[in-house]
C-alpha cells in the first residue's frame, strides 16, 4: 500500500487534561500524531499542574465521560484505544462499560496512580475497581513497578528476575479470552540500561536501552502507552509495536532537554522526528 492510499487508523485517549501539555490528554495526542494516527480524546479529569506538580483535580462527572465516549463512537470506527488518569472508581466502571459495549480491537491501559511531581492521581478507593472492572478487558497494560506493587499489593520489585514473576501474575489477572499482553516497565530498576519486559501469558520478551540521564521525564508513561495505541493498528504484531514504541519513547526523551519547558520535571519530545534541532 503507497503512502498516498494508506489508511490512517483513528486512536481515542481517555484520559485528563494537563495543562502544560506534557502528560494526560495533550501528550497522548502529540505521541498518537507523531507515530501516523489521527487521535481523538475523551476527558475523564481536568487538573491544574505544570513541570512542578498537581494543584488540584477536578473529576468529570461519570455520565458526561459515557456521553462523550458513545457519542465519538457513534460516527468514528476507533481503532484502538489508550485509558490513562481517570482518578475516581465511578469514572473507571463507567468507561470499562462502554468500552465493553464498543468493543475496540486494541485497548492499552496505563494504569496512572502518581504524577512525576510525586502527587496522587488515583484515588485509593479506586484501585479495587481498576483491578476488578477494567484490567480484566484490556488488550494492554503497561504499569511501572511501583504501579505493579500496588495492583499486586506487593512491595516494588528489584531485579530483572522479580519482574518475570510480575509480569506473568499481571498476565493472569487479565482476561484469557483473546490476546493479552502486559507491557511491564522497569526505568525504576537501577543500572545502565532501562529493561522492560513483553509478557502474553508464553512469551517473555526483554527489551533494553541505555539509561538517558535527564531530569525531563514527564510523561513518560502517557506517551509510551499513547505510543502503543498509535502503532498497533499499523504494525504486523505485537511485539513489533513494543519495539517501535520503545524506540520512540526513547528518542523523545534522549531529546528533551531542548525543549525547555518549565522549572521542574518538563516533558519529553514527542515531535523529534519532524522539528528542527532548537538553537542552544
Known amino acids: 500500500m503507497s503512502s498516498t492510499d494508506r489508511v490512517i487508523p483513528k486512536t481515542l485517549t481517555i484520559a485528563g487534561v494537563d495543562p502544560s501539555g506534557g502528560a494526560g490528554v495533550l501528550a497522548d495526542v502529540k505521541a498518537m500524531s507523531a507515530l501516523g494516527a489521527y487521535a481523538c480524546g475523551v ?3 481536568l487538573t491544574a499542574q505544570s513541570t512542578t506538580g498537581v494543584t488540584g483535580v477536578l473529576p468529570i462527572e461519570p455520565a458526561f465521560v459515557a ?14 484505544v489508550k485509558i490513562g ?4 472508581s465511578n469514572v473507571i466502571e463507567t468507561v470499562a462499560d462502554r468500552l ?17 511531581s510525586g502527587d496522587a492521581l488515583l484515588e485509593k478507593s479506586a484501585i479495587g475497581a481498576m483491578r476488578e472492572a477494567l484490567i ?5 497494560l503497561t504499569p511501572n513497578l511501583p504501579e505493579a506493587g500496588v495492583l499486586l499489593d506487593q512491595r516494588p520489585v528489584e531485579t530483572v528476575k522479580e519482574m518475570r514473576r510480575v509480569a506473568e501474575r499481571l498476565r493472569e489477572a487479565m482476561n484469557h479470552n483473546g490476546h493479552r499482553w502486559v507491557f511491564l516497565k522497569g526505568g525504576h530498576l537501577p543500572g545502565n540500561m532501562a529493561i522492560d519486559l513483553l509478557h502474553d501469558g508464553g512469551q517473555m520478551i526483554e527489551m533494553a536501552s541505555p539509561r538517558i540521564e535527564t531530569k525531563n521525564t514527564h510523561g513518560t508513561g502517557c506517551t509510551l502507552s499513547a505510543a502503543l495505541a498509535a502503532l498497533l493498528p499499523q504494525t504486523r504484531d505485537v511485539p513489533e509495536a513494543a519495539r517501535q514504541a520503545k ?13 525547555h519547558v ?15 534541532p532548537a538553537e542552544r
Open 136 to 140: 480484566p478487558g484490556v488488550t494492554m
Open 85 to 88: 488518569m481517570l482518578g475516581r
Open 67 to 80: 456521553q462523550q465516549i458513545d457519542t465519538l463512537f457513534a460516527d468514528v470506527k476507533i481503532d484502538a
Open 100 to 116: 465493553q459495549h464498543w468493543k475496540p480491537v486494541h485497548i492499552v491501559l496505563d494504569p496512572v496512580m502518581i504524577a512525576k
Open 262 to 276: 518549565g522549572e521542574g520535571h518538563g516533558p519529553v519530545h514527542h515531535f523529534h522526528a519532524m522539528w528542527k
Open 43 to 45: 476527558i475523564a479529569a
Open 247 to 259: 524506540a520512540y519513547l526513547t528518542e523523545a526523551i534522549r531529546q528533551a532537554d531542548t525543549l
